[in-house]
């Protein structure tokens, strides 16, 4: 079966989004964004003050739709600052392409970032690129993986940021699984269940602070769900 491969232009989500430049603590100016991303500034809310870097980049499910509109209600609703990067192929600057795999650029937008978000999909990154993820996990800031994230990156053992592949086997024990297995708890086994024909429903916890206030029933999916191995308590 034929793929289609949607390329998207950038500038509608620009014009969407509510701009407005800010001056972040990791000496990036807002002068030095460009095009490239989508910038939100945050209205009032608890979030205000707070910025919040998403990453998109998966040939799959969309990311490149699902999270400028998740940053607009983290903004609009809750206050928060954020900056959305995207896939795109260098020869052509501004515009979405998820099925580029090795440029997101705009990533060092996450030495001011309080969170990021990420949901990209084996991806192979040029070793700056890789550096400003690696400087942001080494902070010790907060990280949220999306969907395919568990498998963020596909990099050959000969590169540099191989441990961060997703089948990582290498020397650096902490490592082994990549970076979902290492920071996410997980790496990508396999699609669980029957794919693209089951859907999922949500277990809310009440021992995480993180589902306060999410109600019992409230979460369901269209989607399937992935093998984890071994599964966690």
């Known amino acids: 079966m034929k793929r289609l491969f949607l390329v998207l ?4 989500l620009i014009a969407l989004a509510e ?8 000496g990036v100016s807002a002068d030095a964004y460009g095009p490239e991303w989508q910038m939100n500034k945050g209205a009032e809310g608890p979030g205000a003050g707070k910025r919040i870097v998403l990453v998109s980049g998966d040939e799959e499910y969309r990311s490149e739709e699902a999270l400028p509109q998740l940053a607009k209600i983290l903004s609009k609703r809750h206050g928060f600052d ?3 990067l995207f896939a ?5 600057a501004g515009i979405i392409n998820p099925n580029y795999s090795s440029n997101i650029p705009g990533l060092e937008a996450l030495r001011e970032a309080d969170l990021m978000i990420i949901a990209t999909r084996f991806r ?6 890789m550096q400003e993820v690696d400087n942001y996990l080494k902070s010790g800031r907060p990280v949220m993986g999306l969907r395919t994230a568990t498998h963020a990156f596909n990099i050959p053992a ?7 592949s997703f089948n990582y086997r290498g020397d650096k024990s902490y490592w082994q699984g990549g970076f979902g297995e290492a920071i996410l708890g997980t790496s990508w086994v396999a699609h669980h269940g029957w794919h693209k024909k089951e859907s999922a429903r949500g277990i809310i916890t009440d021992a995480h602070a993180i589902s306060s206030g ?3 029933g409230s979460i369901w999916s269209a989607a399937d769900v992935y093998t984890v191995k071994p599964l966690g308590p």
Do not use: C, I, N, R
């Not at 232009?9 to 509608?12: H, I, M, S, V």
């Not at 701009?19 to 990791?26: A, E, F, K, V």
């Not at 000969?158 to 961060?164: E, P, S």
């Open 88 to 92: 795109q192929d260098p020869s052509m």
């Open 158 to 164: 000969d590169k540099k940021w191989a441990h961060y």
């Open 214 to 216: 999410v109600e019992s």
């Open 19 to 26: 701009s407005s430049p800010w001056q972040g603590t990791g």
């Open 124 to 129: 192979d990154l040029p070793d700056d690129q």
């Open 82 to 84: 954020t900056v959305v």
């Open 9 to 12: 232009l950038l500038a509608p």
